[in-house]
């Protein structure tokens, strides 16, 4: 008895119960959003809301199965589980469906699932198991060519099935690295580049070379003690110069139209006014939406299943990626800030955990999640608020779907699991 | 350090957010405002406008269904060019005007409704009606419009109009396309007619298609119906006074001096009221608007405010009986005008003396009434006192002063007191001989018809009247106290009767005895302005204005009016013949004086009004000649259908 109370309590129930708020949060705004008529019961499963309650239950079991698991199951299997999520990926471009243009989706009877969303864990994983492993060497080319590969398979896998969304979400495992000791050098030169990207094209290739120009040479005068010839800093130059060409290349060659307005949107640098209408009518009309209704909500809202907006459907995909506009328009600023600051909590709460871990591979793992969820957090929030382009990943927890629901729970679970067992590693 | 980046990306996230949403949601946010909710769809239903019956319940004004024809252009099926060509036909327009209509209505919005032609007759409507089911994207709206049973009274009933931006914005009850009462009666009982707008709010999806009603329709709510109004005007005597206004210009107002109640209201020009309905309406109001000459939409009777000539001499009769400083049987000897020791301050016409009031007041003798405004003003030491005095009782017969009626538009006039003069002159730089003008009604005291109609009731109640007013009764509601209630003037009753006497002895045996109607004992008092124009920025005198007022009969008067004809010279060639036949219509019914009557009908004044426009040198007075038109027979017809 006494030993089952103390397994019950150990779990990190600050976690649990953050977690427990934003999918209870979450079901009542995707009730409002995708409510057809009348509510006779919170179970009927003819409608996305009965459907997604149903989601909601299976997850308490999954909860159960991975909390059962013993804790060193995940870091023994962790590339046995990356390699099947692997096969899935690969698996979608001969036996995929294709919803909205992207092959992400298994379709099972009636159901669809989306590995992608089971891929974020594997890969966690398998960059934990890596990253611990006691050969590994974060300051080696060799080992961070291999991190690399590991995210970059599925990065890859899931960009080639038309998913450019997920594949962004990749990238968050940088900020694992760095924690784990990568080089400042490669902090610093993401930052440039995102900056270089911008710059360049909002402002052209020649004004940013100009801009450029000007910071590294006064960083080179100024400097009292000369670090690296002048050749050399002329050498970082050119390679800006040639990045924001390229960026500019790309932006205007590879991406796909709507990629491309969505960006010009953005940066608002359509200046044909007839184009810019009709993009305002076509790429940006979700925006629009989700911005006014969001906008209409006030300090307190209209009320739960009062959003005019909402009722009317006028925010396609609400329940999904634009579930937060739905937040906006019945809790208003109230109920905004709340989500805001349960996301914020959460993260926070897992970084602090991660940091109390004594295995490396839990702490990994730890930072894995939080920069999953930072990143999920941040650009879906950022886009139904017109913060940055639009980037159709959703909401985590909160919006719509089985498989994107699940693949957070386990993420966020195995973590939970690896936490509670920490007291057994001493 | 490394540890922080993380941390510290997330919470400077967290705070962005925060302000961002902070700035969209509370910040740059008013309160929620339905109205300007695109997810609640507004749907009006509109009440009938009371109608508007005269003093003897005859139904003046009523209202006729109007068919307007809306697209939505995104539900627009192709149609082939026959197709298109039968559709324009039954519609009256053009292909090109098709085309046109349909692109503006496409770029308006795809999705809404646009009106694609406007106010159908009933007789386009019943052939279009069949056919409509073909043309998909089209369908016909059903509208409320104005319905006059009458050709008259433009001015006093007014019209409706499509509200604009400014109304709609110090009124927000009223929405883009409302119908609001534009002159007359339609705009000051607009709230009463119009009734209110009963509202449907529901809730539509992103296709603009309804869902359902908003929260279960709790704030929606059913249209109250406009209340039916009588009002004073008595039809057939306004109708007659527009029929006698005919080619000339001015105004006729006559008031019912026991009730303040108006009888008639005539200005001329006018207009026939159903030229401001359907489809041709802005057409015709633009003419009208346009028309600056004849100014056809200038209420004449409510707005011309002009010196009021001779009849004003009974009110300084009335203020220097009141003050004591005259008798009415002292006497006046006037030598053709007024002398201030050999200066001929006033003229006036050849008539026998000694004068007395009486013969003061029926010759209208300019002299005696110098004579009896200097006396009023020098009464007091300072002739700025004197004339507060003088001011004081002028006003108490409501002139220089708005009427603060039920009327839509209104002057306020002038009676010049101390002040003016102290503003005009110099503190004390004057004297009552610098402003005798005012004793004939010419000078600085300026009226509207309106305010004579009503300082005449006055006279003929000995010492009150009631504002005069046009409403007579609303449907379910009582009419204002203000009108019910005698406004007393600052003269005693007494002194009314010898200038009652002198107004009765005018058609006795003064400027007004050609006029005298058998069995009706008619009080006026004849007036002749003088009036000048700038025509090139030079001061031209136009032919005198012919002015006249009068009540009947003397004992317990039953109407009171003033007529002002422009440039129709003497008081009594026009506006005293006008007068005559007024009074009589309304108290006998009939005209016995057929003899004023067709010299009314056939005289014309239209190449007195060419004059000043002509460009040429042209006479004014004695050296005017007066227009006959020869559409006697066919203005006679038009009298006994006046039965309307």
Known sequence: ?426 | MRKLLLISTVILVGLVFIARLFYLQVYDNSAYNIFEDIAIKKEYNYPKRGYVYDRNGELLVANQPSYDVMVIPREVAPLDSLEIDEFCKLLKITREDYDNKLQRATTYSPRLPSPFVPQLSKKDYAVLQEKMRKFEGFYIQKRSLRSYQTTIGANVLGDIGEVNRSIIEKQPYYKLGDLIGNQGVEKTYENVLRGVKGIKFIQKDRFNKNIAPYKDGIYDTLPKPGKDITITIDAELQAYGELLMKHKRGGIVAIDPSTGEILAMVTGPSYNPNDLVGRNRSKNYTKLHYDTIAKPLYDRGLLAQYAPGSPFKVINALIGLQEGVIDVNDTYTCRMGYYYGSRKLTGCHHHSNPTNMNWGISQSCNGYFVHVYRKIIDKYDDAGVGMNVWANHAKSFGLGNFLNNDLSVGRKGRIPDGDYYDRAYGDNRWGSTYIVSNAIGQGEVETTPIQLANMTAAIANRGFYYTPHIIKNIEGDTIPKKYTTPKYTTIDKENFEPVVQGMFDVYNYGTAQSLKVPGIDICGKTGTAENYIKIDSVKTQLTDHSIFVAFAPKDNPKIALAIFVENGYWGSRFAGKMATLMIEKYINGNITRTDLESWILTHSLENEYKKPYSGEPFQINRGSQLQVIDNYAVELPETSDLKL
């Open chain 1, 1 to 426: 008895m006494l030993r089952a109370n103390q397994r019950h309590f150990k779990f990190d129930w600050i976690t649990i119960i953050l977690f427990l708020l934003l999918v209870g949060f979450g079901f009542l705004n995707i009730l409002s959003a995708s409510h057809i008529g009348e509510i006779t019961s919170y179970f009927d499963t003819d409608q996305l809301y009965g459907k997604h309650m149903m989601f909601i239950g299976l997850t308490f079991v999954l909860i159960v199965l991975i909390l059962s698991v013993e804790a060193k199951f995940y870091e023994q299997f962790a590339s046995v589980i990356y390699l099947v999520a692997m096969l899935t990926l690969v698996g979608l471009f001969i036996f995929g469906k294709e919803v909205n243009g992207a092959r992400s989706w298994y379709g099972i009877g009636s159901m669809t699932i989306q590995p992608s969303e089971f891929a974020k864990f594997a890969t966690a994983l398998a960059v934990a198991r890596y990253m611990s492993d006691l050969q590994t060497n974060m300051q080696t080319i060799k080992d961070q060519i291999s991190v690399v590969a590991i995210i970059f398979t599925p990065a890859l896998l899931i960009l080639l099935q038309n998913d450019a969304g997920s594949t962004i979400v990749y990238l968050s495992f940088f900020f694992v690295f760095y924690r784990e000791g990568l080089q400042q050098v490669y902090l610093t030169i993401a930052i440039s580049l995102i900056i270089l990207a911008v710059v360049g094209l909002k402002f052209g290739v020649l004004i940013t070379a100009i801009i450029a120009a000007i910071i590294i040479f006064t960083s080179y005068f100024l400097r009292k003690r000369k670090r690296g010839s002048l050749i050399k800093h002329i050498a970082i130059l050119v390679a800006c110069v040639v990045f924001s060409y390229g960026v500019k290349l790309f932006y205007e060659h590879a991406l796909q139209p709507h990629q491309q307005n969505r960006i010009s949107l953005w940066l608002r640098l359509e200046k044909d006014p007839t184009k810019l209408e009709r993009m305002k009518k076509v790429e940006a009309y979700n925006l629009i939406q989700s911005e006014h209704a969001i906008s209409s909500g006030g300090l307190t809202g209209k009320g739960f299943l009062q959003g005019t907006r909402t009722t009317g459907k006028f925010v396609p995909e609400q329940h999904t990626d634009y579930i937060f506009s739905t937040v906006g328009e019945e809790w208003g600023f109230m109920g905004t800030s709340f989500v805001v600051l349960l996301f914020v909590m959460l993260i926070v709460r897992i970084l602090y955990l991660a940091e109390a871990q004594k295995s490396q591979f839990s702490r990994v793992y730890g930072y894995g999640v939080a920069s999953i969820l930072l990143v999920h957090f941040t650009i879906n929030i950022g886009m139904v608020m017109g913060l940055i382009p639009t980037v159709g990943i959703p909401l985590p927890f909160f919006s719509y779907g089985g498989s994107g629901l699940w693949g957070f729970t386990i993420l966020l679970f195995i973590f939970v699991k690896l936490d509670s067992n920490k007291i057994n590693e001493w």
